[in-house]
């Protein structure tokens, strides 16, 4: 048989031979895993298979098996969680949480960069349908609830909980340089600069999403966004907002494009936004706001209701716009 042939394929039942892998020739690889996540056991191995395909089968909380050992206030000697992917050993793979939370996650790495559940995101990295619940996160800088830094894509995500840091500071993120969509936070943000209820710095695209998050911090400090020198579009922000230099009801500093995105001026505290149209509480739940922006909106019955035909929910003259996809 030829080494062509002998490369590519011998299968059998549920072996497969590939002799590529041997040889070292073009043209055959190992075959794509979807690797179960049941325990946070499973969680920490995905550090081991940075290129893999991560599925999270169920919720992962303090009752789940490893979190004594790996995410509690406990775990490595009160550190807490080991955040997955590192500047040299980049997430590259796919996790889909698949609705799922991670719960009850904590991590006290206070001298430390790209703290997060996921620690650094590379281009070709995917990160969606997870929310990350009732954490506690704190690291030195690029720190976020779900991503401390993201090249790649995220979409239809969540963080709720505390998050501290000194720079480059989000809810969801620390810092942006890829795509980042269909996601929200809730919760508390504090950090010195480049500090944002969403995401602390971008240099990627922001949109359709928002953020409820409090945040507070000393430069470059915004409702949604701390720093944004590239795109961030049909979003908005709720959160009280303080802070010393370039303070924003949606974004701090703006070097790049805020387009058809809004803040509350009442419950931010803050009248004026580097980007971005400030409205009144009342406008903000009042669905022309929205779909004369152009969102992809239409109004539910209540807040139980989805429409998932439409990106935007909202109860007209009631709650604020939330993502067709999130949990009720």
Known sequence: MSKKLNCCVERSGILL?????????????????????????????????????HILMNDLDSTTAGYEELASPTANQGQGWQPIGTENGLFAGTFDGQGYEVRDLFSNRTDEMYVGLLGVVGEAGVVQNIGVANADVTGYGTVGGLVGHNSGTVSNSYYTGSLTGNESVGG????????????????????????????????????????SSNVTGGVNVGGLVGENTATVSNSYSTGSVTGNTHVGGLVGSNLGTVSNSFWDTQTSGQPTSSGGTGKTTVQMKDITTFSGAGWNIVGVANSSTRNIGYVWNVVDHVTYPFLSWQPV
Not at 25 to 40: F, H, K, V, Y
Not at 176 to 182: C, D, K
């Open 172 to 211: 969801l993120m620390g810092k942006n340089s890829g795509t980042v969509s269909n996601s929200y936070s809730t919760g508390s943000v504090t950090g010195d600069e480049r500090v944002g209820g969403l995401v602390g710095a971008t240099s990627g695209t922001v949109s359709n999403s928002y953020s």
């Open 17 to 53: 031979i590939t002799v590529a892998l041997i040889i070292g020739m073009a043209g055959c690889g190992p075959l794509s895993q979807n690797l179960e996540i049941r325990t946070w056991y499973d969680l920490d191995a995905v550090r081991n298979n940075l290129s893999g395909h």
